[in-house]
């Protein structure tokens, strides 16, 4: 399965757009993208997942380039409620199914 | 509908000691997944249960653990002989089916394991 490399942590202020991008390289062409979001004392919570180019929800958008070596995943007008480590993985799972998580990218939002 | 939940929550045990703990999956996933967090590290995969089968183990870090899941549903992690280093948060998740599209794995709040 493909490793991720993401910053280790990031700042924002309250209402600014973040962007968290995620390094990975070896990506394999049924690998799909994930991004999960966990608050202090509980468990991760899905965010998004794409495949290629665009996707967006009601809560962030990712965007992946061709070579889908990486991928940024946009959080708008963040809140302090978003301060969070978020992970970014990638894989199919098929009949193995776990993800890899690595460290994450600690969020810290002030006001 | 209910989600992910594992029991108990915290769990203080002396070395030595053996400890199971609990996971409820979501009715009708049928992929269920043991994860371990130590502090302020990231999530380190265990074990990876299809139905009531194991197909991947990789994860478990010795022979001392084990894990079990019957009837499709609810999972018991056992570690025996507990070790210090063995305190982290164990986090369950489940999900409809490994792979592909909606491969979302919703997760339970864990269980905070200390051994003393």
């Known amino acids: 399965l493909a490793k991720t490399t993401q910053p280790i942590s990031m700042d924002s202020y309250e209402g600014q757009e973040v962007n968290i991008t995620c390094s990975h390289n070896n990506i394999a062409t049924n690998d799909y993208i994930t991004w999960y979001q966990q608050f202090p004392s509980q468990g991760p919570r899905f965010i998004i997942q794409?495949?290629?180019t665009k996707v967006t929800n009601e809560v962030a958008s990712l965007f992946i380039p061709a070579d889908r070596k990486s991928s940024t995943l946009s959080l708008p007008r963040v809140s302090l409620s978003d301060t969070a480590v978020y992970y970014c993985l990638v894989g199919f799972g098929g009949s193995q199914g776990n993800l890899i998580f690595g460290k994450g990218t600690k969020l810290s939002v002030k006001p | 509908g209910a989600g992910v939940s594992q029991s108990p929550s915290n769990k203080v045990t002396e070395k030595g000691k053996d400890v199971e703990l609990r996971c409820d999956p979501i009715s009708g996933h049928t992929a269920l997944y043991w994860y371990r967090q130590s502090l302020g590290q990231g999530l380190e995969f265990l074990i990876y249960?299809?139905?009531?089968?194991?197909?991947?183990k990789s994860g478990l870090p010795s022979d001392r653990f084990s894990a079990e899941r019957t009837g499709g549903s609810v999972s018991t992690l056992t570690i025996q002989r507990t070790q210090q280093e063995d305190s982290a948060v164990y986090l369950c998740?489940?999900?409809?089916?490994?792979?592909?599209?909606?491969?979302?794995?919703?997760f339970g709040p864990g269980t905070r394991l200390t051994v003393t």
């Open positions: 998740a489940s999900s409809l089916s490994p792979g592909g599209p909606g491969y979302e794995q919703y």
């Open positions: 794409g495949y290629k």
């Open positions: 249960f299809q139905g009531n089968s194991a197909p991947d």
